[in-house]
């Protein structure tokens, strides 16, 4: 049994009132522009569900339970909203401000990302560097008080409505390879500029951006913690990302679920509905029980990252399995839907195409597995029957 307190009850109904209100009727139009209004973030951060666990001094309410996020997701998938993704803002990039940002840096920025004004970015991804962050080339230059950026960055997500970026960036003299500092790169500062709005598969609400660099002075209080250490920093927001993102896939399979188990029930071949034939059933009893069984897991892993005990190889298996296991459902739910399944006017169809990037991002699954397959092999590796 799924366990939420009576305040996240309540924050959940707040919040599906809010998306149904503000975003729901939008969404169409977002996708035409593809981006959605910056208003939205404004409006969001008013009602508060924008970085919730921020301390009230900030103007969050100072609750860092996981399970806020995880009825933002739930709900922005159930509303058909999931291409406006707050989280991104409020769980992915707003904890490296709290986590490695200095007080003054945090009272500089963390109350204009609680209330929407400003809207955070994370710029790691180069054309010639992804999963491997060690092979950026955006690099630093140290002059005194500031340093010198220089560099470039794709695939950026709010990559045009952000007006805080924080950039992955090696420190040019270093021998090592994982030296790199985190910087935040602010709207309007010289030599910043933004590219493309990149024209994607699915997802076409979320602005997805090339961002350029040239000669960007960046004064050294705007860089996160020892400007050394930003490829630990990173590694150490990997386990909440995948979890995240975990939490998202699922929500996705759920409603992909949903949505063909009600076509099958109306749609009508050889003189009967879908859903009464065998092969119907078999296929979406399959699903169902993987969907329970999975969602089990995910929610024990919501409960232990609460608790601090989440592990990175943990984080990796459940990313694998839900990214998988949503591929499936939606493959299915079009298959099943038949040639509507194709069309772009049926809910299934953007699913399915919002739901294939899934097994790249944030690790692709093929990394997911060398990194289970090290822990296997490792010597912290415990029998189950041990």
């Given at each position: ?70 009825i933002?997701?739930?709900e ?38 609680v ?57 040019g ?56 250490k ?17 939490v ?30 065998q ?31 989440l ?7 459940l ?15 079009v ?52």
């Amino acid at each position: 049994m799924r366990h939420f307190t009576d305040e996240q009850v309540s924050f959940r109904s707040s919040f599906r009132r809010f998306l149904e209100r503000e975003v729901a009727p939008n969404m169409e139009s977002y996708r035409h522009d593809g981006i959605v209004d910056r208003e939205v973030y404004r409006k969001a951060g008013e009602n508060g569900f924008l970085l919730i666990w921020a301390d009230e001094d900030f103007g969050g309410v100072g609750d860092s339970d996981f399970r806020y996020e995880q009825i933002i997701m739930e709900e922005v998938a159930r509303a058909d909203c999931g291409e406006w993704f707050p989280t991104l803002h409020s769980r992915m990039v707003g904890p490296y401000l709290k986590r490695f940002g200095s007080p003054e840096q945090q009272k500089r920025f963390l109350p204009k990302c609680v209330s929407g004004e400003s809207i955070l970015a994370i710029a790691m991804t180069e054309p010639d560097a992804g999963s491997d962050l060690s092979g950026i080339r955006s690099t630093i230059d140290d002059k005194g008080d500031h340093f010198l950026l220089n560099g470039s960055k794709i695939y950026i997500s709010n990559g045009i409505n952000a007006d805080l970026v924080i950039v992955a960036a090696k420190l040019g003299d270093a021998d090592d390879r994982h030296s790199m500092a985190l910087l935040c790169v602010e709207r309007g500062m010289e030599g910043f500029r933004r590219g493309r709005n990149l024209e994607k598969m699915g997802l076409v609400a979320q602005d997805t951006a090339e961002l350029f660099f040239d000669n960007v002075k960046v004064p050294k209080e705007n860089v996160l913690g020892d400007p050394t250490k930003g490829f630990h920093y990173l590694m150490q927001g990997l386990v909440e990302e995948r979890l995240i993102g975990s939490v998202s896939y699922m929500c996705n399979a759920h409603r992909a679920f949903d949505l063909t188990r009600n076509y099958v029930m109306d749609r009508k071949a050889f003189g009967k509905r879908i859903a009464d034939m065998q092969n119907t059933q078999f296929k979406l009893a399959e699903l169902h029980a993987q969907l329970q069984a999975v969602q089990c897991y995910l929610d024990n892993c919501v409960a232990k990252h609460n608790a601090g005990e989440l592990s990175p190889p943990e984080a990796a298996a459940l990313k694998l399995v839900t990214s998988e296991l949503e591929w499936r459902v939606v493959d299915e739910g079009v298959q099943l839907h038949g040639g509507a399944g194709y069309m772009r006017e049926f809910e299934i169809c953007r699913r399915f195409t919002d739901a294939r990037i899934n097994r790249i991002l944030a690790g692709s699954s093929e990394i997911m597995k060398l990194i289970i397959g090290r822990d296997i092999f490792s010597e912290n590796y415990k029998p189950f029957l041990a």
